[in-house]
């Protein structure tokens, strides 16, 4: 079991930065891919960034190559979203999520503990 919580998010205006930090705790949390989902009222839970366990693979989304960037510090069990450049449809609630799977996973349903969510808002 894991348990993850999120934090970082907020309003700011198009063109900002905000950081979002997923802190875990529970079984060997520094063992499994971790990633950053987002999702609208209006949308799906959207795949955004993810990582392996060691850090040394990395995967985004192609809306957010060249902005967002993920990455992981497994000796304080937190896994970083730095988001630059943002814009008005990086509006969402975004997720951290833990996947066994053995590589960065873009696909929500392969994760097996998520976060409560937190919530960005990029006015305009």
């Known amino acids: 079991q894991v348990q993850l919580v999120e934090s970082g998010g907020g309003l700011v205006q198009v063109g900002g930065s905000l950081r979002l930090a997923c802190e875990a705790s529970g079984r060997a949390p520094s063992s499994y891919t971790m990633g950053w989902f987002r999702q609208t009222p209006e949308k799906e839970r959207d795949f955004v960034a993810a990582?392996?366990?060691?850090?040394?693979?990395?995967v985004s989304a192609d809306s957010v190559k060249g902005r967002f960037t993920i990455s992981r510090d497994n000796a304080k069990n937190t896994v970083t979203l730095q988001m630059n450049r943002l814009r008005p449809e990086d509006t969402a609630v975004y997720y951290c999520?833990?996947?066994?799977?053995?590589?960065?996973?873009?696909?929500?349903?392969?994760?097996?503990?998520w976060g409560q969510g937190t919530q960005v808002t990029v006015s305009s």
């Open positions: 999520a833990a996947s066994y799977s053995p590589f960065p996973d873009t696909v929500a349903v392969n994760y097996k503990y």
């Open positions: 990582i392996g366990w060691s850090g040394g693979r990395a």
